[in-house]
């Protein structure tokens, strides 16, 4: 079992940038696949980015595929989420999760999901 806390939202304004982290308990969190996703005020959770267990697949969503990065320290059971020119439409609640079957964008093979962690980007 994998537990994640996400962490390093905050207010910012547009063209700036934050960093999220998410921590992962249990030593298995280095086999696991590990995504990002959001949810709007009034819209459904959606895909953000994805990386595979070593770092060798990567995917992102494409209105944040050149501003947002994602990336893992398997040694510290962490992965972040790196996110630069950030937009006022970037404001969401965003969850990190863990997938015992690959990185992909479905958040419904996603077995583990933190509580999120609330970005608000003004204008």
């Known amino acids: 079992q994998v537990q994640l806390v996400e962490s390093g939202g905050r207010l910012v304004q547009a063209g700036g940038s934050l960093r999220l982290s998410c921590a992962g308990s249990?030593?298995?969190?280095?086999?696991?696949?590990m995504g990002w996703f959001r949810q709007r005020s009034g819209k459904e959770r959606e895909f953000v980015a994805t990386i595979g267990s070593n770092s060798g697949t990567i995917y992102y969503e494409d209105s944040v595929k050149v501003r947002f990065t994602i990336s893992r320290d398997n040694a510290k059971n962490t992965v972040y989420l790196q996110m630069n020119n950030l937009k006022p439409e970037d404001t969401a609640l965003y969850y990190c999760?863990?997938?015992?079957?690959?990185?992909?964008?479905?958040?419904?093979?996603?077995?583990?999901w933190g509580q999120g962690t609330q970005v608000t980007v003004s204008s």
């Open positions: 999760a863990a997938s015992s079957q690959g990185p992909y964008r479905s958040y419904g093979v996603y077995n583990y």
């Open positions: 249990g030593r298995s969190f280095s086999s696991y696949a």
